[in-house]
């Protein structure tokens, strides 16, 4: 709507409008470009005058389908319109803007033509995926163990597997990866197994000694040792006051083994 005021009458009611209505000042909504006359009369005396009203057509302006990105990436959001100039919500102006939202945004464009605005929205939804294959992990040759994977939607490991978890049971130290999937977007994690040599304990053979008497047992087969006396030697000298079974276990990069001698 746009108000139209008229003058050089002395009353309100001196004027008299095109459109019928009366009064210096009229409201008026044309549909299209209007010649608007009003005709003022005092006393007998008449003069006449025109105001034309152009009007535009309105803009129209679409912003584009809703988007998806993987966080980190770009996009270039592309508005069409009627004609005149774009400004978005997050101050660039153009019709093509690039942006990288770090979590979902919805983008206002308003398209200006003629002083006539139009506006539309278009949303960039953020898809993030964060990998992990889980901790690292120590096994001892001839064992398994079970890796998880999290963070996505799908999953897909270097063997070929593509369940969320695996058993795995390397004879050497392996490092094992993990494709996470969540739509478009994916993220590679690894995990690292490290694999112990076996252990094998071996200790003095069984003895026989007199009441009173020491004797020396010896074990062997690792780097560390623990005796069921609580010595943590290799070597020990026991006197026994009765027939005694002795436990030794070895240990050895993570992996362990028992032996006994009585």
């Given at each position: 709507?746009?108000?139209?005021?008229?003058?050089?009458?002395?009353?309100?009611?001196?004027?008299?409008?095109?459109?019928?209505?009366?009064?210096?000042?009229?409201?008026?909504?044309?549909?299209?470009?209007?010649?608007?006359?009003?005709?003022?009369?005092?006393?007998?005396?008449?003069?006449?005058?025109?105001?034309?009203?152009?009007?535009?057509?309105?803009?129209?302006?679409?912003?584009?389908?809703?988007?998806?990105?993987?966080?980190?990436?770009?996009?270039?959001?592309?508005?069409?319109?009627?004609g005149g100039s774009y400004e978005w919500s997050n101050g660039q102006t153009g019709d093509e803007i690039t942006v990288s939202p770090t979590s979902a945004t919805t983008y206002t464009v308003t398209l200006t033509d003629n002083g006539c605005e139009a506006t539309d929205e278009v949303e960039v939804d953020v898809i993030t995926v964060q990998a992990s294959a889980g901790p690292n992990q120590f096994l001892c040759e001839g064992e398994s163990v079970t890796l998880t994977a999290s963070g996505g939607s799908f999953y897909e490991?270097?063997?070929?597997?593509?369940?969320?978890?695996?058993?795995?049971?390397?004879?050497?130290?392996?490092?094992?990866?993990?494709?996470?999937?969540?739509?478009?977007?994916?993220?590679?994690?690894?995990?690292?197994?490290?694999?112990?040599?076996?252990?094998?304990?071996?200790?003095?053979?069984?003895?026989?000694?007199?009441?009173?008497?020491?004797?020396?047992?010896?074990?062997?087969?690792?780097?560390?040792?623990?005796?069921?006396?609580?010595?943590?030697?290799?070597?020990?000298?026991?006197?026994?006051?009765?027939?005694?079974?002795?436990?030794?276990?070895?240990?050895?990069?993570?992996?362990?083994?028992?032996?006994?001698?009585?």
């Amino acid at each position: 709507s746009i108000e139209l005021e008229a003058s050089g009458g002395i009353q309100n009611n001196d004027y008299s409008w095109s459109t019928g209505q009366s009064g210096s000042t009229i409201t008026v909504i044309p549909s299209e470009t209007t010649e608007y006359t009003v005709t003022v009369d005092v006393n007998g005396c008449m003069d006449t005058d025109d105001v034309m009203i152009t009007v535009f057509d309105a803009p129209t302006v679409d912003a584009g389908p809703d988007e998806e990105i993987c966080f980190g990436d770009d996009i270039t959001l592309i508005a069409f319109g009627s004609g005149g100039s774009y400004e978005w919500s997050n101050g660039q102006t153009g019709d093509e803007i690039t942006v990288s939202p770090t979590s979902a945004t919805t983008y206002t464009v308003t398209l200006t033509d003629n002083g006539c605005e139009a506006t539309d929205e278009v949303e960039v939804d953020v898809i993030t995926v964060q990998a992990s294959a889980g901790p690292n992990q120590f096994l001892c040759e001839g064992e398994s163990v079970t890796l998880t994977a999290s963070g996505g939607s799908f999953y897909e490991w270097s063997t070929g597997q593509t369940q969320q978890s695996i058993s795995v049971s390397p004879s050497n130290t392996t490092t094992y990866f993990v494709t996470v999937s969540e739509g478009v977007c994916f993220e590679i994690a690894s995990v690292e197994v490290e694999v112990g040599p076996g252990v094998t304990a071996t200790v003095s053979t069984d003895q026989e000694i007199c009441a009173g008497e020491m004797v020396s047992l010896t074990a062997s087969g690792g780097t560390d040792y623990v005796w069921s006396t609580g010595e943590t030697t290799p070597d020990i000298i026991v006197n026994p006051g009765a027939t005694t079974t002795y436990t030794v276990t070895v240990y050895n990069q993570g992996s362990f083994a028992t032996a006994e001698t009585t």
